[in-house]
T-cell receptor
């Protein structure tokens, strides 16, 4: 049963600390998305990659957030330094890429619940 | 904002009844998708409807799309307790990204 996995599932940290979240996309998927979900803002797209290349990170605060794909099986999202307002659930999703006339279905991981004190 | 708006924000119905939720958006789309999110979990894709389709079925789910009104509806028939979740519409504007709506929180009362 192919699934997107994310680690850690929960993270509590203090303001100023570095946070690294990891995602393993479904094998064979060439697109990876990072989202942030909060009660106030809903689900926001932070960044996404296709074939490991970053295509759009306009939703990400550049001064403290960074996203990378070191290889096809691992995507990372880092926050340095973390702030209380970063507290949210961070989701990774993967997909096969848009197919002409069909569109892209995204497969979500279980999320990382981050609390910054 | 291109974000879709779901209506209602919350809905409670008795088990066995039908649930209808709506999604409105502002600009032309390539396709529209519906996702479900159970509490504490990630989103799960339910159904995709293309801009040239008007209705689509999947099991107990029926989705309609009215591009002239820029709206879609999701109907869940014969609801079950397990259908309790938040439901999101997501619009594909052709820029390779999905824009998710604000969600409808559905509660099925046993």
């Amino acid at each position: 049963d192919a699934r997107v996995t994310q680690t850690p599932r929960h993270k509590v940290t203090e303001m100023g600390q570095e946070v690294t979240m990891r995602c393993q996309p479904i094998l064979g998927h060439n697109t990876v998305f990072w989202y942030r979900q909060t009660m106030m803002q809903g689900l926001e797209l932070l960044a996404y990659f296709r074939n490991r290349a970053p295509l759009d990170d306009s939703g990400m605060p550049k001064d403290r957030f960074s996203a990378e794909m070191p290889d096809a099986t691992l995507a990372t999202l880092k926050i340095q330094p973390s702030e209380p307002r970063d507290s949210a659930v961070y989701f990774c999703a993967s997909g096969l890429g848009p197919r002409l006339g069909i569109g892209e279905t995204q497969y979500f991981g279980p999320g990382t619940r981050l609390l910054v004190l | 904002s291109q974000q879709g708006e779901e209506d209602p924000q919350a809905l409670s119905i008795q088990e066995g009844e039908n649930a209808t939720m709506n999604c409105s958006y502002k600009t032309s789309i390539n396709n529209l998708q519906w996702y479900r999110q159970n509490s504490g979990r990630g989103l799960v894709h339910l159904i995709l409807i293309r801009s040239n389709e008007r209705e689509k079925h999947s099991g107990r789910l029926r989705v309609t799309l009215d591009t002239s009104k820029k709206s879609s509806s999701l109907l869940i028939t014969a609801s079950r307790a397990a259908d309790t979740a938040s439901y999101f519409c997501a619009t594909d504007f052709g820029n390779e990204k999905l824009t998710f709506g604000t969600g409808t929180r559905l509660t099925i009362i046993p």
